[in-house]
């Protein structure tokens, strides 16, 4: 059984950085990748980057510009997001996924609070 658990979230001023972390327990098999969504209330969950299991990062349209950045620690069983120049949209509840074997794995998220 895999588990999820982010941390690493909390208030920033519009303009700072932020790095969360996902901490997970379990086998999460090789050719499983994982991911970062976002979630702001009253909006959809949307993707926010991924990286596969030899460690390619991909990052949606919206979310390329070099403000975010995936990257995971087999050693440590962490995923990372390092966040930068963060705006007032990027308010939201921020969530690690992985797809193993057809199953999706959610953490419970983390909350990031952006402010002028």
């Known amino acids: 059984q895999i588990q999820l658990v982010e941390s690493g979230g909390g208030s920033v001023q519009a303009g700072g950085s932020l790095k969360l972390s996902c901490v997970w327990t379990g086998y999460i098999a090789i050719g499983c990748g994982m991911d970062w969504y976002r979630q702001a209330p009253g909006k959809e969950r949307e993707l926010v980057a991924s990286i596969s299991s030899h460690g390619a990062t991909d990052y949606p349209e919206s979310m390329k510009g070099g403000r975010f950045a995936i990257s995971r620690d087999k050693g440590m069983n962490t995923l990372y997001l390092q966040m930068f120049r963060l705006k007032i949209d990027d308010t939201a509840r921020y969530y690690c996924?992985?797809?193993?074997?057809?199953?999706?794995?959610w953490g419970p998220g983390t909350q990031v609070t952006v402010s002028s």
């Open positions: 996924h992985t797809r193993c074997v057809g199953i999706h794995y």
